[in-house]
């Protein structure tokens, strides 16, 4: 016989909370790279197969399977080769909107780093764009992304697209 | 049943806290190590699946993170099972009995280190009655084992001297990691962790990785020239609810065993997946095992138990003992879960 029906209204919070604490370590690769920025450098690794440059250094290249770690300094201006206007307010937004999001391919690279770009009109972005890093100063520079404020517009010609078309 | 032997096994030294390795440093060089052994290139790979589990690294996908070591581009064919590798090698078995490919390539890895491993590991109870109780990994093994030295079946020196036994082949293996000799009147006399387990009737918390090829038929005789055969796997669950389970034995252990045809028949070693001294005991209870068969001549889990890492282990330093001419025939066994609750056997033999 099956129990009878509960008028009663169904059990729909049960508190349970969960607290797990990490010490998370930034690994060999990733860690040559964060401490290339606290010098004011961008380091990326070499793929020995592909001679391919990955920023960061990367412990397998994902097309040949070896390190790709062969130190390499890049220039710290590129070319954008993607990007987008934020103009959506969130919390974590670094700035008010609009803002510019960008994917840059930078000179020495084979594969793009995202940045923002700052000082120019938002529709101003466009493929092609030269920029070049704007760094924090030297007091406040650190094993960290953020040693670069933003990027900013060389004012130089844009770049062909065929100098970015195999890397978009 | 098509034909399917282990011909590769790689690990990386177990140690208690990697601080250089992220997720694809862990995999690249096992997987590296693995397919150079099997004269494989990764492009001859037809079908390649990895276990590991998000929590024990803290974030999500993480094992997107390890692909890069297995050359994922141009395209491979993939899978990943959250669980330990052992069942990663148990899908790709089932994989290679499509018949379609004859190669598949398995790795774990697992950092253990990361946060608080028992801690991590309430995550996996029962979320409504028994995970609000905190009962952490090593107290429901000690609940466990208080249930099997109550039944009179092992003492408290027993588990130390079993101890004892490990840490002396664990000498022998350059990737456990504890490997210094202790008698068992030394660990002894240790403080309890949980009574009535002390630290050595406990596993080590360990980082590590390893890597495993699988190969079918005549491929395999090609590739190499002793393939570990795989002449039976299964494995079998046990209800989620501790109460519901008779925590002094393994009947899922058992009925693996069945279904995989090893019960009653001649082992020359056995690798057992048991991270608790006791739990080595219901182990080979379950399977019978006499005195005759070599038991963890690795060390085990005891001596090196990096999760999702150490029940594929097993799997691998079985397989390598009998391609190495150490023996003939060989039961390997996986397990996860607390208190033994899913469990993995699989048979390996060598050609005369």
Known sequence: ?168 | MRDVAIIAFAQLPSVRRDVTREEVELVQPVVAAALAQAHLRREDVGFTVSGSCDYLLGRPFSFVMALDAVAPWPPIHESHVEMDGAWALWEAWVRLQAGDIDTALIYAYGKSSLGDLPEVLVQQLDPYVVAPLGADAVGLAALQARALIDAGRVTERGLAELAAARRRQAADNPCAQRRAPRSADELLAEPYQVAPLRAHACPPISDGACAVVLAAGDTARRLVSSPAWIRGIDHRIEPHQLGMRDLTASPSTRLAAERAGALGGRFDLAELHAPFAHQEVILRDALGLDDGVAINPSGGALSANPMMVAGLARLGEAATRLMTGQGRRAVAHATSGPCLQHNLVCVLERDV
């Open chain 1, 1 to 168: 016989m099956s129990a009878p029906p509960d008028e009663r209204p169904p059990v729909t919070v049960l508190q349970a909370p969960v607290r797990l604490d990490y010490t998370v370590t930034a690994g060999h690769h990733l860690s040559t790279y964060l401490r290339a920025l606290a010098d004011r450098k961008i380091v990326g690794g070499r793929c020995p197969e592909c001679h391919k440059v990955y920023l960061p250094a990367r412990g397998a290249c994902p097309t040949c399977g070896v390190p790709a770690d062969a130190p390499v300094e890049v220039a710290d201006q590129g070319t954008v080769t993607t990007f987008c206007v934020i103009r959506i307010p969130f919390d974590a937004a670094p700035f008010p909107p609009p803002y510019v999001a960008v994917a840059i391919l930078l000179d020495g690279a084979d594969m793009p780093i995202f940045h923002l770009v700052r000082g120019i009109e938002p529709d101003a972005a466009r493929m092609g764009m030269r920029v070049r890093a704007v760094w924090v100063p030297d007091d406040q520079l650190g094993p960290t992304l953020a040693s670069i404020r933003w990027f900013e517009a060389t004012g130089e010609p844009d770049a062909p697209f065929e100098a970015i078309a195999s890397h978009l």
